[in-house]
């Protein structure tokens, strides 16, 4: 693997960059953009090679999702990986500022997603990600808690993915609680164990999907 240090001052890897609104033209930008692509495309294809050709690994392989990064971390995927896999939440936790991820500082907008303008939900912003010629997957997908349509959810993942023939939905995350824990409750945004509206609608969905 390749490791680099990119610290408060501006230095990547012993290397000065002059990362200031004087320097930060148009073709500066561009130029670095590409040398992070060009870096992450060589690491990539060293990892696949020990995998592949060194390990024999027979599974299919993919880095991370296709919308993560720009284009050219989209070019990355389709050029390298066997699969294209996406993630999408709808209303996605917003915290307040100084709690990331505390369960105590947060709140969402507890609204349905079938009621919106179809470009700006998850499922027709999915669309544009597959690829020809390659599988594609939907790995996290999901209304997080307390969002009160989160019936919504699996059916609607189930349904869109078979119209689209998609290759695969799994859902994140089951987070099923420790077996010495007598909760009852959901544990979590995404938690699927313990919810019911998740547990009862997952057949449902499979079945649309198959």
Not at 88 to 114: C, L, T
Not at 198 to 209: Q, W, Y
């Amino acid at each position: 693997a390749v490791y680099f240090d990119c610290s408060s001052n501006g230095e990547f890897d012993g290397i000065d960059l002059p990362f200031n609104k004087e320097s930060e033209t148009p073709l500066f930008k561009a130029e670095y953009r590409i040398f992070l692509s060009e870096i992450e495309r060589s690491t990539q294809k060293r990892i696949l090679n020990v995998l592949k050709n060194e390990l024999r690994t027979k599974a299919y392989i993919t880095d991370s999702q296709a919308s993560y990064g720009n284009f050219l971390n989209y070019y990355r995927e389709y050029e390298n990986s066997d699969f294209l896999d996406m993630h999408y939440y709808w209303q996605h936790p917003i915290f307040e500022e100084g709690h990331s991820w505390d369960r105590n500082y947060y709140s969402i907008k507890n609204i349905a997603m079938v009621d919106q303008n179809k470009p700006n939900t998850p499922l027709f912003n999915i669309l544009s990600y597959v690829a020809v010629g390659r599988p594609f997957t939907i790995s996290e997908l999901n209304h997080p808690f307390p969002n009160e349509h989160q019936h919504e959810t699996l059916p609607m993942i189930g349904s869109w993915a078979a119209y689209h023939d998609m290759d695969a939905v799994y859902q994140f995350s089951y987070d099923q609680p420790n077996k010495d824990s007598k909760s009852s409750f959901v544990n979590g945004y995404f938690s699927m164990a313990t919810n019911p509206l998740l547990m009862t609608t997952a057949p449902l969905a499979a079945i649309m999907f198959r």
